[in-house]
Nanobody
Framework: QIQLVESGGGLVQPGGSLRLSCATS????????VDWYRQAPGKERELVAR???????HYADSVKGRFTISIDRRNNTVALQMNSLITDDTAVYYC???????????WGKGTLVTVSS
């Protein structure tokens, strides 16, 4: 059974940094894509960053150069390092995983990031 648990959200000033972590269980990183999505108030959930099972990394244009996704295979965690945060980054951030050939979507419960002065 796959479980995803996010942590690391909070309040940060514009220009600041925050590091999110997703603790995973049951995920084989060579078989599953893992990613971070976010959903701002009144907006649809959107993909932020993804690591494909083959190691290819994709970022949304809005976060390129500011966010970095990575996998810690020893601890089975997926991190999202967020730098140069802006108010538009305010959202609930969700960890997500899906097998590379499709199938069930697995979601964490989310962690709130608020960027405000």
């Amino acid at each position: 059974q796959i479980q995803l648990v996010e942590s690391g959200g909070g309040l940060v000033q514009p220009g600041g940094s925050l590091r999110l972590s997703c603790a995973t269980s049951g995920v084989t990183f060579t078989s599953y894509d893992v990613d971070w999505y976010r959903q701002a108030p009144g907006k649809e959930r959107e993909l932020v960053a993804r690591i494909h099972s083959d190691g290819f990394i994709h970022y949304a244009d809005s976060v390129k150069g500011r966010f970095t996704i990575s996998i810690d295979r020893r601890n089975n965690t997926v991190a999202l390092q967020m730098n140069s945060l802006i108010t538009d980054d305010t959202a609930v951030y969700y960890c997500h995983s899906r097998h590379r050939v499709g199938g069930v979507h697995h979601w964490g419960k989310g962690t709130l990031v608020t960027v405000s002065s």
